[in-house]
């Protein structure tokens, strides 16, 4: 959604840890449901910023994510300690990661329905037509009556939403919260959105793509540590698949 409507999100990995951490400590302190609330508040929080800081404050998308993805890596590194936050509740990391039903992993339908709604949000909703048009050109949308600045608000709180459903999920599959969850997968998230179609430059989305993009990079990253290269290798790998990626978009685009 965010690139679809012109944007950009580099905070989403710092989102990830965070969530973690506040889910973490909710869940042991609180419960289950109120552990799950304070997580999705930290996401909504933070998305609510990036929207502000972009549509009324007008910093450029990247610049103003940039800035929040430092701010929060650094916020999660202090209040943890750089220490793991352990979570024992049982019913939790069954349902949010770490169960399976009949050798399913309970992730799968988690994925699937976020990619369900998303994608039918997207194609059937009014809300997923204003975002690809404010993408495709801001300002004829806000002839047409589109309110840009809401939407792009909307967008980013959505972002941070999605990420901080991630960082529950990463925590339930982890058993516990850790700084360091997500960190740096904010392009592995990009690098998905371009694979599957969506146009890194706006008006153009596709969240089925984004998923076969995703599942596309994990068979990559599978294949990457059988023929053994080492997490840098790996790296490198994977930044010329992005660059590659957005190359080829872009080209496509232009003809």
């Known amino acids: 959604y965010a690139l679809g409507a012109g944007q950009i999100d580099l905070s989403v990995g710092s989102v990830v840890g965070l969530t973690s951490l506040v889910t973490a400590w909710a869940v042991q302190a609180a419960g289950l449901i109120p552990g799950v609330l304070a997580g999705l508040a930290v996401g909504v929080s933070i998305g609510a910023l990036n929207g502000a800081l972009i549509a009324w404050v007008k910093i450029p998308p990247f610049i103003a994510t940039l800035g ?3 701010l929060f890596a650094g916020v999660s590194r202090t209040v943890s300690g750089l220490k793991s936050v ?3 509740n049982a019913a ?3 349902a949010f990661g770490g169960g399976d039903f009949g050798g399913i ?3 799968l339908p988690w994925m699937l329905a976020v990619v369900v709604l998303g994608h039918l949000y997207m194609r059937k909703r009014p809300f997923g037509r ?3 048009a404010v993408g495709g050109n801001a300002k004829a949308a806000l002839y047409s009556g589109v309110n840009v600045k809401r939407t792009i608000f909307k967008v980013m709180v959505l972002s941070g939403f999605l990420a901080s459903l991630a960082g529950i999920l990463w925590a339930g599959r982890f058993g516990g919260g850790r700084y360091s969850l997500g960190e740096a997968e904010e392009t592995s998230a990009i690098a998905a959105a371009v694979l599957g179609g969506t146009s890194i430059n706006g008006g153009k989305a596709f969240v089925a793509g984004a998923c076969i993009g995703a599942v596309m990079l994990g068979m990559i990253n599978n294949a990457l540590v059988m ?3 080492d997490v840098y290798q790996q ?3 994977r930044g010329l698949i992005i660059l590659a990626a957005v190359a080829f978009t ?3 685009e232009k003809e």
């Open 68 to 70: 929040t993805q430092i």
């Open 86 to 88: 352990p979570i024992t």
């Open 92 to 94: 939790f990391n069954f």
């Open 105 to 107: 992993p309970v992730l």
């Open 130 to 132: 204003q975002v690809i």
């Open 227 to 229: 023929y053994g290269l």
């Open 235 to 237: 790296m490198v790998v």
């Open 250 to 252: 872009v080209n496509a």
